[in-house]
């Protein structure tokens, strides 16, 4: 692992994945989060995926510069870099933790006005996806991130995501996570759907969120998969 890239100086090992690190911008100071991917073998398919609604999010098609903007409360993408061996994501370093652990601590959930707060960041970012076409399909409290200076959520983890044109456009592969997927996923995978409309399937997995929020527990919990579905 090489001691820097580009103007970034790179640190420990931080969470539990060895090629994520923390990086320092070598001109300000700012600390960023950097995944380290290498491009022999191929990345996993959910890798490259995550790789490219990160560009599509952050670089306009039409000007190819970067965007000045972005949702505060989607975890921001700073700058792609590449070597001969290996593709450098570096992303916000968010310091805080996934909202799950939070939910954990807690006996009976989130008191309701802190849950309410980031609902509304929830919608509030997922809002800003859409508008991109961009659906997220694996909305849950483990890829939640929390952002401890300003008490706020940020949407991570885009493996799973998919693009797609017009909102009545259907997506057709399974995927997310069992405890918060949206009925139609599932009857997609049993032959009994033609397409499901991923904007909905999101809002589906958005309350599911909610009730663990406010609850403590998930709505839908089976010891097996066939009694959860």
């Known amino acids: 692992m090489p001691k820097r890239v580009g103007k970034y100086e790179l640190g420990r090992q931080i969470g539990g ?12 100071g700012k600390q960023f989060k950097v995944q380290c991917i290498k491009k022999d073998p191929a990345p996993d398919e959910d890798v490259r995926n995550s790789l490219r609604i990160l560009h ?48 954990a601590q807690m006996k009976n959930g989130l ?53 797609f044109v017009g909102e009545d456009a259907l997506a ?3 995927c997310g996570t069992p405890n918060y997927v949206a009925p139609e996923v599932l009857l997609q995978s049993e032959g009994q759907s033609t397409g499901y409309n991923a904007i909905a399937a999101d809002l589906w997995s958005c309350g599911v969120t909610l009730f663990v929020m406010l609850l403590g527990y998930m709505p839908f919990d089976k010891p097996n998969m066939g009694a959860l579905f």
């Not at 994945?17 to 300000?28: M, Y």
Request: charged share 25%.
């Open 111 to 163: 008191p309701e006005t802190r849950a309410r707060r980031y609902f509304q960041q929830l919608i509030g970012g997922l809002h800003y996806l859409h508008q991109r076409g961009i659906a997220h399909r694996d909305i849950k409290p483990e890829n939640l991130m929390l952002h401890l200076e300003s008490d706020s959520i940020k949407i991570t983890c885009f493996g799973l995501s998919t693009t």
């Open 172 to 174: 057709r592969t399974v």
């Open 56 to 103: 599509q999010l952050h670089y306009d098609d039409k000007t190819r510069c970067a965007r000045k903007l972005w949702h505060p409360n989607v975890e921001a993408l700073e700058e792609i870099l590449s070597t001969q061996h290996h593709t450098y994501v570096f992303k916000e370093h968010i310091v805080g933790g996934e909202l799950f652990d939070s939910i």
């Open 17 to 28: 994945f060895a090629p994520v690190r923390l990086a320092a911008d070598t001109e300000t």
